[in-house]
C-alpha cells in the first residue's frame, strides 16, 4: 500500500473529476486495503442514493431490495456519532455480540463474507453528509489494521468527492443560466425545497411571490404553497407537475416543476427537479406533448386541455376535433383531476402560454 500510495492518491482525484469513474476507482481503492469492495451512500431529503464499486453493485442491490437500508445499525450509529475525522471499524459501531446477534448480520452482511468493514462520515454537502465505507476484510482484526491507511487516505477522499459534487452543482448552474436566456426565470430544487442554483430571474421573485422558510423555498399565497408542496411531493416520485401560483388572489404566472432523472447509483447527483416561471403574457413556448408529460395525460386529455386554454368552448372544442361533446367533457374531468384545477376557468389560467397553438 505505501509503495502505490500516491498512484492510489492520484487516481482519487482523477475520480473526483471525474465521477463516472469512482465505481473502479472504488474497486482499486479496496483490493490496496485488501477489502471485497468500497461505496459512497449519501440520505437526503428521505432517500438514499449510492454509489459502489463494480464487484460490490450487485450486492448493494440486493441489500436495497430487500430492505436492509431502512434498518441499517451501522450507519446509522455512524451517524449518530457526529463529526469524527475519522473511520470506524464494525466493532467501534457494535459490540460482538450484536456482531453475532444482529439480522442485518446473521442474515445479510456474514452469508456474503461482509461483516468486517470501516467506515467514515464526510460532511460538507450543503446539509447531507457522505458515508464511505470500505467492505469484506478478511476479519474484524484486518479491518481496524486499516484504519490507519484509511485515515491517511480521507482527506484526499474528502477533497475529491468535493470536487465531484461542486461539479454536479455547476451543471445544474449551467442549466437555469442557459434558460436565463430565452428570458426564463428557473432554479434547480432538492427534495426538501432548497434551492441549489437559481439564475438572476429567478430571484428576482424572492420576496414577491417566494420567500424562504427555514432555508427552503415556499410560496406566499398560502393555497398556491399547499399546491406547490404537493407538487414537489410528485417530483421526487418522478412526476412532473405545474402549478397556478396567486398573488392577491389572482393567478400570477405558472410554475412547471419538471423532475430530473433520478438514480439511485448517483451518489453525486444535484436536486430533484428544474423550477421554471411561465408568466402567462410571454409567447407560448411548450407543445401539447410537453403539457401530457408535465401532468401525465393522455395526448387526447392535453390536446382538449390546451384548446379549452386558449379560449374554446366544450362544443367548439368538440367540433373542432370531430367527437362528441360527451367526450370532451370527459377529457376535461380527467384533466382537471390530474392537473388539480377544479373547474374551465382554473385550468385555463394554469395552462394559457403554455402551448403555441390557438384555438381561433
Known sequence: MEDGGDALIEMI????????LWPVALDRLANALGARGALFMMQSGGSERWTASTRLEPVMQDFVDQGWAHDNVRSARCRAAGPHPGFFTDLDLVSLEEAETLPIYTKFLKPRGLEAGAATMIQGFETDALMVTIEGFSSHAAAGMAV???NKLRPHIARATAISARLKLEQAGAAVAALAAFGTAAAVLAEDGRVLSANSAFV???GDVFSYVHGRLTVSDIRSNQQFKDALAATNRGMGRSIAVHRDGKPKFVLHLVPFVQSAREVFQVGTCLAAVDVPSKPAVLEVEIIQKLYDLTFAEAKVASLVANGG????????LNVSVETVRTHLKHAFEKTGAGRQAALASQLRGMTPQRFY
Open 13 to 20: 482525484y482523477e475520480a473526483g473529476l471525474m465521477p463516472e
Open 148 to 150: 490507519h491507511t484509511l
Open 204 to 206: 428576482g421573485w424572492i
Open 313 to 320: 368552448t366544450p362544443l367548439e372544442v368538440a367540433r373542432f
